[in-house]
């Protein structure tokens, strides 16, 4: 029978491969190792994992057996049959096989019927869907192994969660396994520490960093750039203290709404205090120090401020996910009139500001009300309206495409997110324009306005790089080490070729330093090949080799990391355009 449908047949969806993948290994496992007590296995964004409580830690070997019996039982295209059972059924059922988990989660989650997903022996209790067989399940890899608590409370029982790929085609699973060897490269965890950058202790504690030298020095370029760039766009910087008293924290909501999140108080004084989860509460103390006139505002107030958040130690991740960070915070302050400039102008800033980086490329993602739900959020109607078309306005203005996310706003008010792109293609979260309908009123904040009455302000929290810690890590991977000139920590490494050619060296690195340039004279008794592999192992972009000739002639001979050899150049012109690549800020290195 002729197919009138022009369109080819397609398979299961991206999700429901997943999914499915994730049991077909459960399924695996549990054939393999009897006794184990499965967990959950849902899909999730880069692929599937599931979650087994084993007295045995798996290794090497065991995923690559499981990973032999999943291609087994694909093979074999057993077909993957739903029932819809009762709870009690469901119950005895899990009991029977002694799947303790398994009847816990159906206890707490099943309706009076539940649905189980069976293939050849092997039964699962889910809400699917899945594949209508096992042998759609192909393209697969079993990629590593790690602990997970128990319904991710560290207070429970740590699982052993293994971790997959599964693709469509094989192609597609071989170009997925590529990027992950290039990301396990650019990995900021491995490359940190191997280029001096920055570093953990266990005695110092997890999740707090450790900035070495050429670290901080980064960090430091970074500090003063955005300080710069925030003064010329109209803010003003502020300082607040690492702590605050008790009262603060209530009237916020912080210790309502986020306490667990918090460390303990400390007593001082017979009074308690906190570590600042937040900057934006003393932000508004900074407001309140006197009445305010519409003529103030707006204000914009931006604090590289250091904030300390509980993270659970499993969920502690280098720069990515840490106890102590720094905020590149911003609060506006601004009249319903101003909203939309205001928005507009932060919109331009962030960008512009995250395209120096060379963050040229993004997803940007609204997140406003639930349009089904709007009594969960806090703030009057009309302020919704115009704050969310405020964000609407300053995107289409701009031209910018951006997904709409009906219900992901918080409840005190909508949102923008913009999600940059690196190297590999990767999404990272940044820059979050917020708008906040909560606090400005739990602080009763107001000024006076043109009619002589009081009216309470739009507040516009805004974090640009999110914070410093992550910021840096993912700049690490985004140029693998390698950092664009006005970032690297050491701009040059000049390389005598013997101990004679010592003072020429220095003095070709003052020269550098005069020119705010960043050097090192590399001085060491060591053999030249040494050297430069060393640099070049470091990442340092620039290698000036000097000699008799060079220092006879007042050259050197340039080597460009990633690029080689350049040959002779005259030392005045090659140092006047490295000044002007790095007042440019160029992302590349065009000498």
Known sequence: MMNDDKTAPQGPDIDTLRHSAAHLMAHAVLDLF????????????????YDFLRTEPFSSDDLAAIEARMHELAERNIPIVRREISKEEAVRLF??????????????????????YSQDGFVDFCLGPHVAS???????KLLSVSGAYWKGDERNVQMQRIYGAVFPTAAELASHLVLLEEARKRDHRRLGPELDLYSTSEDLGGGLILWHPKGARIRAIIEQYWRERHWAGGYDILYTPHIAREVLFQTSGHLDFYKDGMYSPMDIDGQNYYLKPMNCPLHIQVYKTRMRSYRDLP?????????????RSGTLHGLLRVRGFTQDDAHIFCTPEQIEAEILRVLDFSLSILADFGFAENKIELSVRDPKNLTKYCGSDDRWCQAEASLVKALETRGLPYERMEGEAVFYGPKIDIKVKDALGRLWQCTTIQF?????????????????????????????????ERFFGILIEHYNGNFPLWLA???MAVIPIAERHGEYAEKLADMCRAQGLRPMADLRREKLGYKIRDAETHKIPLLLIVGDKEAAAGTASLRVHGQGDKGAVDTAALLARVRSLVDKRSLTVDL
């Open 34 to 49: 009897p006794g184990t007590q499965a967990g959950i296995g849902p899909a999730v964004e880069t692929g599937f994992y």
């Open 95 to 116: 009991s029977e096989r002694g799947q303790t988990l398994k009847v816990e989660l159906i206890r707490e989650k099943g309706g009076d019927i539940v649905s189980t």
């Open 134 to 140: 096992t042998g759609l399940l192909k393209h697969f």
């Open 299 to 311: 204000l914009r107030w931006a604090e590289l401020g250091t904030v300390y958040r509980y993270e």
């Open 436 to 468: 906040d309908f909560n606090m400005s009123a739990r602080f009763g904040m107001t000024y006076i306005g043109e009619d002589g009455k009081e009216h309470q302000p739009y507040m516009v929290h805004r974090a640009l790089m999110g914070s410093l």
């Open 489 to 491: 920590p050491v701009q």
